[in-house]
């Protein structure tokens, strides 16, 4: 309210003129001032309800004379804000605050500083303001004037809530005529919200919202321009995605070596022009978003105190990083002029805890794409060439690569045509460049060499060919050294070491249409004997076919890669003999003609002496070389078993020592004597999980303890039988 149409002031009359002389001066005003002007004053301060709104607005609980000095200090003093409580001391909160504002709004302009100063005052003195301590005052002047008593302090606050309102809009409407109004109410919400950091007061709160009220047409014609400046430079892209690849932005210099077609000359003028236009097109946007964050900003540390999200500024930013995303996506060339757009909207906006979260995560990202694409111009063209023959081996094998079971033929083309491929352009091309690059252009191409080449054996798993796979993995690796793929190398490696080392395994053997005998009669027959070349894989291990007489093995037949299930053998091939299976085969064969033949030289002429007679020197040599082959089968076995052994016994161990303790209760219990129940249990328990540990491992381990006991047995057999042939010679 203006200070001339307050009621009080057109009656000129303090709160605390009584009822008949406000009536009598009314009377005589009629005559000289407006009179419909001066019968509402009269009707609204003579009204106990009405009375009230105006009371609030005045300047309640002075006396008349101090009045005066009030009204002359709004007109004529400069810096009354300042200097409030020095010239009236011991004026209450709502005397001062109406003091303040309506010396506010009686100036046409104040300074910035002024300003400050105002608001400052204008937002901490609502906070001293008691609806108790105002009721105290209208009825102590109402006692005065005559006037009715005000008994429900509802009233009164209702009233002061519609005061504040009025003085935040006034004051909002003449803030916005000042110079810099932005700028004031920017500074007032920095320190109201210490920085957005703290909540501030309702009057401070109003206040801003109030002003964002204000400034709501402004910013919908600044949206409005934003949202065209970016509509218009996601049309500008258009151009640059369809340019051609061996664009250059100066190719006016030289357009015919560059671009025979003048077609693609004419796509390049396009290209360039729509860049000029995009740059541009930011240039301006960053204008804009400026503007936005200098009219926003007290808004936003509002917003930021309340813990609340600035909608308006949140949607206007996204529209903005959509032109970001759009150039940092493809166009390597504007990585510079993305980031640049995408600082301005961090520093525009960084007191919106949103927009200041994402714009630090696409720096970030943005910052690591300049970074590539300088280190990408910085590249030799030698070394592009070589990267773009790495891609292409890759792409090619990739494209028709069947990645599904059933297609190992046509996969094993396909890699072997990428393999051919790699050795055929990428080696030349890699002999021909590595001695000439830099140190550093070296790493990244043994990097990119052993990248293809990994690929490649990747590829060669869906041709089944896992031996190929794990030669490439190691060839990679050897180029690998040192970059930062060496660990992916490494570990892809590993995973086809397995498979491969069993289809190396399995591809020596000859396929076996059926088993071979293992009968034996009395001694004489056919078994397996011998245990070497185990692989952990597939339970298999290599073993000899023997003739065998008396259970020695005399004659070697065959060797083959078998499976001991424990009930039997599954054959997986067949091997060829070893070179001291055959002189074991040729010395038995000489041996047993040279028993033949002495045999029948002292064959008394009536044919009555038993040729078996010399066999037992033989036979205990053979013996003998069969005992030593399955004693170092032991031993292999052993050494696997050893550990699952000691965890054996020193379960076992354990086992007796709470058996023999268990046992030692139990004597007790029976003779009467009282025990630990629970104690007694404990160790039952822990004997319990000790033995069900131990079956466990005997379990898992049942077939290679059989086999071990099995071999012991075995050996002390032929020992025996060792020593019975001795001894018969």
């Known amino acids: 309210m203006n200070l001339d149409d307050h009621p009080f002031r057109v009656l000129r009359h303090g709160t605390r003129t009584r009822k008949s002389e406000i009536l009598a001066r009314a009377q005589s005003l009629l005559l000289t001032d407006d009179a419909e002007r001066v019968r509402t004053a009269a009707a609204t301060v003579t009204h106990p309800s009405k009375r009230i709104d105006a009371e609030v607005s005045w300047f309640v609980g002075i006396p008349p004379a101090q009045l005066g000095q009030v009204l002359w200090a709004i007109e004529q003093s400069d810096d009354l804000p300042a200097k409030c409580e020095h010239l009236f001391i011991g004026l209450n909160p709502l005397t001062q605050f109406n003091l303040v504002y309506f010396w506010t709004i009686?100036?046409?302009?104040?300074?910035?500083?002024?300003?400050?100063?105002?608001?400052?005052?204008?937002?901490?003195?609502?906070g001293k303001i008691t609806t108790s301590e105002v009721t105290d005052l209208l009825n102590a002047d109402r006692a005065a004037a005559g006037i009715p008593q005000i008994a429900d302090q509802k009233q009164v606050a209702d009233a002061l809530q519609r005061h504040i309102h009025?003085?935040?809009?006034?004051?909002?409407?003449?803030?916005?005529?000042?110079?810099?109004?932005?700028?004031i109410i920017t500074h007032f919400a920095d320190q109201a919200t210490t920085s957005g950091n703290s909540p501030a007061n309702d009057f401070a709160y109003r206040l801003i919202d109030q002003y964002g009220t204000a400034i709501q047409p402004i910013l919908n014609k600044c949206s409005e321009q934003i949202d065209k400046v970016c509509i218009r430079a996601l049309a500008d892209f258009g151009p640059l995605r369809t340019a051609p690849p061996e664009l250059h932005w100066d190719c006016d210099r030289d357009m015919t070596n560059l671009h025979p077609s003048s077609a693609k000359c004419a796509r390049c003028d396009s290209a360039r022009s729509a860049r000029a236009e995009i740059t541009d097109g930011i240039i301006h946007l960053e204008t804009l978003i400026s503007q936005w964050s200098r009219l926003t900003r007290a808004v936003q540390l509002a917003m930021k105190s309340r813990g609340l999200p600035d909608s308006q500024t949140i949607e206007v930013a996204n529209f903005v990083r959509c032109v970001v995303v759009e150039l940092s996506r493809d166009y390597e060339q504007l990585y510079?002029?993305?980031?640049?757009?995408?600082?301005?909207?961090?520093?525009?906006?960084?007191?919106?805890p949103t927009i200041a979260a994402w714009t630090r995560t696409d720096l970030d990202a943005l910052d690591r794409l300049v970074k590539a694409k300088a280190e990408e111009d910085a590249l030799s063209p030698d070394f592009k060439q070589l990267r773009a023959l790495c891609a292409e081996v890759w792409q090619q094998c990739d494209s028709q690569l069947?990645?599904?079971?059933?297609?190992?033929?046509?996969?094993?083309a396909v890699c072997d045509k990428a393999g051919e491929l790699f050795r055929r352009e990428i080696e030349p091309a890699l002999k021909k460049v590595i001695f000439n690059l830099p140190p550093g252009e070296v790493i990244k191409v043994r990097e990119q060499v052993a990248r293809c080449l990994s690929w490649v054996a990747v590829a060669y798993t869906w041709a089944d060919d896992f031996v190929k796979s794990e030669e490439l993995q190691r060839e990679a690796l050897t180029w690998a050294q040192d970059t930062a793929v060496a660990a992916d190398v490494k570990e892809a490696l590993e995973r086809v070491h397995k498979p491969a080392k069993t289809q190396r395994l399995l591809a020596e053997l000859t396929p076996v249409s059926s088993a071979p005998s293992l009968w034996t009669l009395n001694g004489f027959g056919f078994a397996l004997y011998g245990n070497s070349d185990q692989d952990t894989e597939t339970g298999s291990y290599v073993t000899t076919h023997y003739f065998v007489a008396l259970f020695i093995p005399l004659f070697p037949l065959a060797r083959y890669r078998v499976v001991n299930s424990g009930k039997g053998y599954r054959f997986l091939g067949k091997l060829p003999l070893r070179k001291w299976d055959r002189w074991h085969l040729g010395i038995a064969a000489a041996i047993l003609t040279l028993i033949m033949i002495t045999g029948a030289m002292n064959t008394p002429s009536n044919g009555t002496q038993n040729p078996a007679a010399t066999v037992p020197s033989t036979q205990a040599t053979v013996l003998k070389s069969q005992i030593d082959s399955d004693r170092s089968a032991i031993d292999l076995l052993k050494r696997k078993l050893q550990p699952v052994l000691d965890d054996l016994q020193k379960l076992k161990a354990r086992m007796d020592s709470l058996d023999s303790e268990l046992k030692s209760v139990d004597q007790k219990h029976q003779s009467g004597i009282p025990i630990d129940i629970g104690a007694y249990n404990k160790k039952v328990t822990i004997y319990n999980d000790l033995l069900?540990?131990?079956?466990?491992?005997?379990?898992?381990?049942?077939?290679d303890l059989k086999r071990y006991d099995d071999l012991l047995s075995k050996d002390s057999a032929m020992v025996e039988q060792y020593n019975s042939l001795i001894k018969r010679k």
């Open 166 to 183: 009025t003085v935040v809009d006034s004051v909002v409407s003449h803030l916005v005529k000042a110079d810099t109004p932005e700028l």
């Open 692 to 703: 069900k540990k131990y079956n466990d491992i005997v379990s898992l381990n049942a077939d």
């Open 106 to 126: 009686r100036r046409p302009a104040l300074s910035y500083d002024t300003w400050g100063v105002v608001l400052q005052h204008l937002s901490d003195i609502p």
């Open 336 to 352: 510079s002029e993305a980031r640049q757009l995408t600082f301005v909207l961090h520093e525009a906006f960084q007191d919106n």
């Open 402 to 412: 069947v990645r599904e079971n059933g297609h190992c033929g046509a996969n094993k």
